[in-house]
Nanobody, 128 residues
């Protein structure tokens, strides 16, 4: 069983920065694909960024050049990060980390139904 716990959300003014973290416990985590999704009020959940086993990354066009996904691991825990810079009011949403044991390609990394494990979410609010 994989458990994901996000942290690092908060409120910031437009142009500011935040760093989200996701701590994951479970087995074989380094073999999983990892991603960040977000969901704004009244909107569908959308993919933000993904990272493969070998560190290859994918980004939604809306965050390219502003957000950076990365990961690190200790013996027992995998940490997923999302560095968010130049934040805009439209980045306001609940952000979720997600993982799945199967590889993801260019056309599947951003499909929420393709992920088995989800965190509880952390709120990011960007004011203008």
């Amino acid at each position: 069983q994989v458990q994901l716990v996000e942290s690092g959300g908060g409120s910031v003014q437009a142009g500011g920065s935040l760093r989200l973290s996701c701590a994951a416990s479970g087995s074989s985590l380094v073999r999983y694909y990892w991603a960040w999704f977000r969901q704004a009020p009244g909107k569908q959940r959308e993919a933000v960024a993904g990272i493969s086993v070998r560190g290859g990354t994918n980004y939604d066009d809306s965050v390219k050049g502003r957000f950076t996904i990365s990961k690190d691991n200790t013996e027992d825990t995998l940490y997923l990060y999302l560095e968010m810079n130049s934040l805009k009011p439209e980045d306001t949403a609940i952000y979720y980390c997600a993982s799945d044991p199967f590889p993801k390609g260019q056309t599947s990394w951003n499909v929420s139904e393709a992920y088995r494990y989800w965190g509880q979410g952390t709120q990011v609010t960007v004011s203008s």
